[in-house]
């Protein structure tokens, strides 16, 4: 059973992107970052339509990712959706100014009638760091201060801060203010404990990305960020955890896994490939066990992903559910179908069921 104490209306479910640009594996086509961009906001007006909650944007610095400027892109979405949540998915917040950071979420929460949020990480890829001139070896340090500072920021209207890695700040007026009384901030946590324990200590909501496996093993992670929020003083009902996976639906599970298969293995050739390791394709049968009913990977028919998703919230007790469905230069058109399934046939009985 799901841990008492915590919240029990539905959960929120949604989508998100990293925008890479990645040929089609049954035709070799790359389409243009333009093209990419323009899906990308109409994904989030098809999910804002669908009545899904949130949509997020990763950040890139790579010709083949076509969302580098998130708060830009989350701009453009804003200005033709109404209700759905906005974020960044993630922001790597040991590259990026703080005191920017937090003017540009802010315009983004007015232009969205607040509904401007963060996920903030430390990266997987590090292009960014010696693309905005910040030593590799300070990855860790940097994230440290920059959250601690952006925490502040979000606090105050004015701020007198001294750290390491940038300027000073003497009574420095911070401007805009959102119109959320503070902007939402999550930490992303990829599988370590010291990362899990920081988002608990700073009292930041926690989106794990749980790419698949068992997703049994992220379950210390989740414990000692509520472990390490409540020492700290923060309230329970305050710690929220997102899970965010790879996902593809379709009609039958034998239909989605034919569908997938040929562009998630192009999606793990192509970034293993850019991360230095081998760029081997996955196997059909590595395929069908990395989609066992047991994995974290959400690929199948729409009962498969709800019995997915309600597995993880017996674990978690989680507050959000974010899929990536849109990788391995998988055509628009297939994204679009894998939003209806989520939106219609996914969505409502995973909230009926986690409101209970």
């Not at 701009?75 to 540009?104: C, G, M, N, W, Y």
């Not at 379950?219 to 409540?230: A, C, E, H, Q, S």
């Not at 069908?288 to 994995?295: F, H, K, W």
């Amino acid at each position: 059973m799901k841990e008492e104490g915590y919240r029990n209306t539905g959960i929120e479910i949604g989508l998100y992107t990293l925008g890479d640009i990645g040929p089609d594996p049954h035709n070799g086509k790359t389409i243009s970052a333009g093209q990419r961009i323009k899906e990308i906001i109409q994904a989030a007006k098809l999910a804002d339509e669908a009545g899904l909650d949130v949509f997020g944007v990763g950040e890139h610095h790579r010709l083949d990712y076509g969302t580098s400027a998130v708060p830009v892109v989350l701009a453009a979405i804003a200005q033709i959706t109404k209700r759905i949540k906005l974020t960044s998915a993630t922001t790597v917040l040991s590259t990026v100014d703080p005191v920017r950071l937090f003017e540009d979420f802010a315009t983004l929460d007015l232009l969205s009638d607040g509904r401007a949020e963060i996920i903030a990480g430390r990266g997987a890829f590090v292009e960014s760091f010696p693309l905005f001139g910040y030593d590799i070896n300070d990855y860790d340090a940097l994230f440290s201060e920059n959250i601690e500072l952006f925490l502040k920021l979000n606090e105050n209207e004015r701020i007198t801060w001294d750290g390491h890695f940038r300027p000073s700040l003497r009574n420095a007026e911070i401007a805009p203010r959102p119109l959320q009384n503070q902007i939402p901030i999550w930490v992303g946590v990829g599988g370590t404990p010291e990362s899990a324990a920081r988002a608990g200590k700073l009292g930041a909501g926690m989106a794990l990305a749980i790419l698949g496996g068992d997703p049994m093993r992220f379950k210390p992670l989740v414990d000692l960020y509520r472990k390490t929020g409540i020492e700290a003083g923060h309230d329970p009902e305050n710690l929220k955890i997102g899970v965010t996976g790879h996902g593809y639906f379709s009609k039958t599970s034998q239909q989605a896994k034919d569908e997938f298969f040929p562009y998630y293995s192009n999606y793990w050739s192509y970034v293993n490939h850019q991360r230095g390791m081998t760029s081997r394709r996955i196997s059909r049968t590595d395929f069908e066990q990395l989609t066992r009913q047991e994995t974290a990977l959400f690929v199948g028919s729409p009962q498969q992903i709800i019995e997915k998703i309600l597995r993880q919230y017996e674990l978690f007790g989680h507050q959000r559910f974010m899929a990536q469905i849109d990788i391995g230069g998988l055509p628009f058109r297939k994204v679009a179908e894998g939003i209806e399934l989520l939106a219609t046939e996914i969505a409502p009985i995973v909230r009926k069921e986690t409101s209970k």
